[in-house]
């Protein structure tokens, strides 16, 4: 018999989103690719999230909630619900443009279904800011798998992302703790897993810039990036002494660093500095090493 499942699964987080989460709903639902389910995952919210979505009749999106866990058990738990052969993942303040399916489908057939895909997204503050968004031809760069890519600098926040199901299921999904970082600890798992395609053109997702924004949650940050660094520690990464794996990493660590001497954090900067001292010096980041001492003693800022 030929599978019914969805191509694929939409699994969308939210927690007190009741102003924003509708547009995000609607750029799934209005895509013209049709062949997917969207699964909303509300993360315990207090205000009215999910009433603003209550008139809402497309069979498609199904409705889902959990007591306060983060975004991370928000995600794994529509992972559990889907049934895609993909799982795709969008915050809920993010938006996707109307093409966004179409070109993860045309991508994923011509790249004979690689385990990770991630595409272009463009930031914004306002919805009218993405009217600005073209269409345009696909173009796609491949690669065997996430670590080889290193050298790119790819972003990748969750909002860019599609992931085999049954590979995200092997990996046991997402961090459940409420830390940032959760995704990056995610695909750094995912780094042999084997096909890794990124759509250059067109802009497929739209990242939303606010005061909200979780990733502004200093606390977070740290706790999110002491994981990885301790999930490093603990060999749960692939390759972990290879320069793919260290680059990707230090992409993380090198800015938390200074964002915590920025804020007042100086002891917890020179614990990231330290415990990455030796992986900045075997990718030659002398810049850095010695940059984050002038950050320190006059406050300059160093990248």
């Given at each position: 018999?030929?599978?019914?499942?969805?191509?694929?699964?939409?699994i969308m987080?939210?927690y007190?989103r009741r102003?924003l989460?509708r547009?995000a709903?609607m750029s799934v639902?209005?895509?013209?690719?049709t062949d997917?389910e969207?699964?909303?995952?509300?993360?315990?919210s207090t205000d009215?999230?999910?009433?603003?979505?209550?008139?809402?009749?497309d069979?498609?999106?199904?409705l889902?909630?959990?007591r306060?866990s983060g975004p991370g058990?928000a995600?794994?738990?529509?992972?559990?619900i889907?049934q895609?052969q993909y799982?795709?993942?969008?915050?809920s303040d993010?938006?996707?443009?109307?093409?966004?399916l179409?070109n993860?489908?045309q991508?994923l057939k011509?790249?004979?279904?690689?385990?990770?895909?991630?595409?272009e997204?463009?930031?914004?503050h306002?919805?009218?800011?993405?009217?600005s968004?073209?269409?345009k031809p696909l173009?796609?760069?491949?690669?065997?798998?996430?670590l080889?890519?290193?050298d790119?600098d790819?972003w990748?926040?969750a909002?860019?992302?599609?992931?085999k199901?049954?590979?995200v299921?092997a990996?046991?999904?997402f961090?459940?703790?409420?830390v940032?970082?959760e995704?990056?600890?995610?695909?750094?798992?995912?780094?042999t897993?084997p096909g890794?395609?990124?759509?250059?053109s067109?802009?497929?997702?739209?990242?939303?810039?606010?005061?909200q924004?979780?990733s502004?949650?200093?606390?977070?940050?740290?706790?999110?990036v002491?994981?990885?660094i301790?999930q490093?520690k603990?060999?749960?990464?692939?390759?972990?002494?290879?320069?793919?794996?260290?680059?990707?990493l230090t992409r993380?660590?090198r800015?938390?660093?200074?964002d915590?001497?920025k804020h007042?954090?100086?002891?917890?900067?020179?614990e990231?500095y330290r415990?990455s001292?030796?992986?900045?010096?075997?990718?030659?980041r002398?810049?850095?090493?010695?940059g984050?001492w002038?950050?320190?003693i006059?406050?300059g800022?160093?990248?």
């Amino acid at each position: 018999m030929p599978d019914s499942s969805p191509r694929f699964s939409v699994i969308m987080p939210c927690y007190n989103r009741r102003k924003l989460i509708r547009a995000a709903v609607m750029s799934v639902l209005d895509q013209t690719f049709t062949d997917f389910e969207l699964i909303v995952v509300d993360d315990g919210s207090t205000d009215d999230t999910l009433d603003v979505l209550a008139d809402i009749t497309d069979a498609r999106l199904s409705l889902h909630q959990q007591r306060n866990s983060g975004p991370g058990a928000a995600r794994n738990k529509g992972i559990g619900i889907a049934q895609g052969q993909y799982v795709a993942f969008l915050d809920s303040d993010d938006l996707y443009l109307p093409w966004t399916l179409q070109n993860y489908d045309q991508a994923l057939k011509q790249n004979k279904d690689p385990s990770l895909l991630i595409c272009e997204a463009k930031d914004f503050h306002h919805d009218a800011q993405m009217n600005s968004v073209v269409q345009k031809p696909l173009e796609v760069q491949c690669y065997e798998n996430y670590l080889q890519a290193a050298d790119q600098d790819f972003w990748i926040g969750a909002s860019v992302v599609a992931v085999k199901r049954q590979v995200v299921l092997a990996s046991g999904g997402f961090n459940n703790a409420k830390v940032n970082q959760e995704d990056c600890d995610l695909w750094l798992r995912l780094g042999t897993a084997p096909g890794f395609i990124a759509i250059a053109s067109p802009i497929c997702s739209g990242r939303r810039w606010h005061e909200q924004n979780v990733s502004h949650e200093i606390a977070r940050n740290i706790a999110g990036v002491q994981y990885l660094i301790q999930q490093q520690k603990h060999g749960a990464y692939p390759l972990m002494h290879s320069r793919e794996l260290l680059t990707i990493l230090t992409r993380h660590i090198r800015p938390a660093s200074l964002d915590c001497i920025k804020h007042g954090d100086r002891g917890v900067a020179l614990e990231f500095y330290r415990k990455s001292f030796f992986w900045n010096l075997k990718l030659g980041r002398l810049r850095y090493l010695l940059g984050f001492w002038v950050r320190m003693i006059l406050g300059g800022r160093v990248r």
